[in-house]
């Protein structure tokens, strides 16, 4: 969970191999870290699924997620954010944690729905948590669809609010768990082979 300290907000990796890894990300209105308890829980269903896999963090903000994908092993997460301060924030954070380590993560400031239409391969898992109210969903899946950005077999992991409710057949996806964590709906879908 994100915690302040001193003006600094900073955000803990649960799990791998920078378990209890803390680091700093901007204070931003609209930047809002998956909590602990969410991430756990997602982990939790993606264990057979990150090792190794090609991962997207679309809407990256604090990087809570593509860190602890990158954490537990994924072979690669490209983690995009239009904001440039995040940006900034989240290849610094990469660099102390990949150290003198090959990369594995590449950061791009790009507004996400760009990045999707110009996006070269596909990816093994998708996490998706834009910001609310702006019904970015239907569009991100639409091109994920239409651009083959999901690998046959992928899955996407997305967040949404409570009030909102989605027909994910309509994209190909079928649900495969989901959960509530206060006013936001978490599910991890998965594209059929």
Aim: hydrophobic letters at 40%; one cysteine or more.
């Amino acid at each position: 969970m994100a915690q302040a300290n001193k003006g600094v907000n900073k955000l803990r990796i649960i799990g791998g191999e920078w378990r209890s890894r803390q680091l700093p990300f901007i204070d931003a209105p609209s930047l809002r870290p998956t909590p602990n308890r969410v991430r756990e829980t997602l982990f939790n269903w993606l264990q057979g699924d990150i090792a190794g896999a090609r991962c997207l963090d679309l809407f990256a903000g604090s990087g809570a997620i593509a860190f602890e994908a990158l954490s537990r092993y994924a072979a690669e997460v490209v983690l995009v954010e239009m904001h440039k301060k995040a940006a900034k924030q989240l290849t610094e954070n990469l660099s102390i944690l990949e150290g003198e380590s090959e990369s594995r993560g590449l950061v791009v400031n790009q507004d996400a729905l760009k990045y999707v239409a110009s996006s070269p391969e596909p990816f093994d898992v998708i996490f998706l948590d834009p910001p609310y109210r702006k019904n970015f969903l239907p569009t991100v899946l639409d091109q994920v669809n239409s651009l083959a950005l999901l690998k046959p077999g992928g899955v996407i992991y997305l967040e949404h609010e409570r009030e909102e409710s989605f027909d994910w057949s309509d994209w190909g996806l079928e649900v495969i768990k989901q959960s509530k964590a206060g006013q936001v709906m978490c599910f991890l879908l998965k594209k059929g082979a």
